[in-house]
C-alpha cells in the first residue's frame, strides 16, 4: 500500500498563511491529476472535501470557499505537492490530506492537520 505524507500543518492566527507539502511517489505524481483534500475539526463531516486541483499541464481549479486565497502547484523534480494558504480564517481548521484528483483508499495519508485560532 503507497501513503502519501502530508506536511507543515499547524496553529496559524486567522488572516496569516500556511505551505502544506505532500510528498508523492514520482510514478503517481507524473501521471495522475493531484488534490488537496480537507475533513473538518471536530469532525463534523465524514467527507473529505476537494479544495484545490492541479492537473499535469498545471492547470488549477479551487472550490469557491478557497478561491483567491489558497494556491496548488506541484514540483516533479521533488515529487512533491504544495497548499500555500493565504488569509486563513477558522472555516479552514481541518485536516488536509493530498490524493489523486479521483482518490484511491490506498494512497490516503495521514494528513496534516491546521488549526486557525480565531
Known amino acids: 500500500q503507497v501513503q502519501l505524507v502530508e506536511s507543515g500543518g499547524g496553529l496559524v492566527q486567522a488572516g496569516g498563511s500556511l505551505t502544506l507539502s505532500c510528498v508523492v511517489p514520482g510514478s503517481i505524481l507524473s501521471s495522475s491529476s493531484m488534490g488537496w483534500y480537507r475533513q473538518r475539526i471536530p469532525p463534523k463531516q465524514r467527507e473529505r472535501d476537494l479544495?484545490?486541483?492541479?492537473?499535469?499541464?498545471?492547470?488549477?481549479t479551487y472550490a469557491d470557499s478557497v478561491k483567491g486565497r489558497f494556491t496548488i502547484s506541484r514540483d516533479n523534480a521533488k515529487n512533491t505537492v504544495y497548499l500555500q494558504m493565504n488569509r486563513v480564517t477558522p472555516e479552514d481548521s481541518a485536516i488536509y490530506y493530498c490524493n489523486t484528483f479521483r482518490p484511491l483508499n490506498r494512497y490516503w495519508g495521514q494528513g496534516t492537520q491546521v488549526t486557525v485560532s480565531s
Open positions: 479544495v484545490a486541483r492541479i492537473n499535469i499541464d498545471g492547470s488549477t
